[in-house]
């Protein structure tokens, strides 16, 4: 066992304890994704012997390769942009997809869901920032998405997520997690969907996204370390 990761998922959860502390929210709703991209199935066996259950990984393909190298016992989320010809292959490795950022895609995972006799939950990636390098649908376009989602019967939309511009301050991306935690209460109300889930906060921003309202954050170098290369 590598000292170095149990300590450092240690330290985690207990900033992950302090956020809840300053918001006065239960630890046990925030939900630890971590982030697993571009580490070696050792560095994940060695994260699960450190009491992880959920990864998340950015590549369906890459996805592939590792999981079956990985503890049988994990849950899997995908984290990263999703294309409509991969989503055979997500909906047969990843119980949660936090990545649909178009009714078009929400259709396609719908359909391959049935195909594969599976059900999935997904969360709609929102652009707060309007950023162009971002993926995630505009915010005026979610409520049409989720209008439409609300009546699928293999894939249960669940919440919201998002990805703020680079800050090195994470004070400067407060405002953008508190519009996705505002845009959720509004289109909860609007579409009749409870939309629970909040997936924002990474390594940098993570205690900040809880004092807004995250269920769910997303956390990788602060648990791996630096991302290797995979040979
Ligand atoms: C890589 C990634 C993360 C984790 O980033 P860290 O800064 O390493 O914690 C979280 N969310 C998404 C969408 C990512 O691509």
């Keep these: 066992m590598n000292t170095g990761m149990v300590e450092r998922v240690a330290a985690i959860r207990e900033r ?8 006065g929210r239960d630890p046990e709703a925030v939900a630890l994704v971590a982030v697993s991209k571009k580490q070696p199935p050792d560095a994940i066996a060695e994260a699960a012997a450190a009491g992880l ?31 409509t010809n991969k989503v055979a292959g997500a909906v047969a490795l990843f119980s949660t997809i936090h990545s649909v950022d178009s009714w078009r895609l929400l259709d396609a995972v719908e359909r391959a869901a ?3 006799g599976v059900r999935v939950r997904a969360l709609i990636e929102v652009n707060v920032s309007g950023e162009r390098s971002k993926f995630g649908l505009p915010p005026e ?10 009546g699928l019967a293999r894939v249960e939309v669940v919440g919201l997520m998002t990805v703020p511009p680079f800050e090195p301050d ?42 807004e309202g995250a269920t769910c954050v997303r956390i990788g170098t602060g648990i791996f370390g630096a991302r290797e290369a995979i040979p």
């Design 141 to 150: 376009e979610v409520p049409g998405v989720l209008e439409r989602g609300a």
């Design 170 to 211: 994470p004070e400067r991306v407060r405002p953008f997690f508190a519009a996705l935690r505002e845009g959720r209460d509004r289109w909860a109300r609007e579409s009749g969907l409870a939309l629970p889930e909040l997936s924002m906060g990474m390594t940098g921003d993570f205690e900040v996204a809880i004092e």
């Design 53 to 83: 259950t959920v990864f998340g990984e950015s590549r369906v393909q890459e996805a592939a390769q590792k999981i079956p190298q990985c503890p049988g016992r994990l849950e899997w989320h995908l984290i990263g942009h999703l294309q």
């Design 114 to 116: 049935a195909a594969a």
């Design 16 to 23: 992950v304890a302090q956020a809840c502390a300053r918001a």
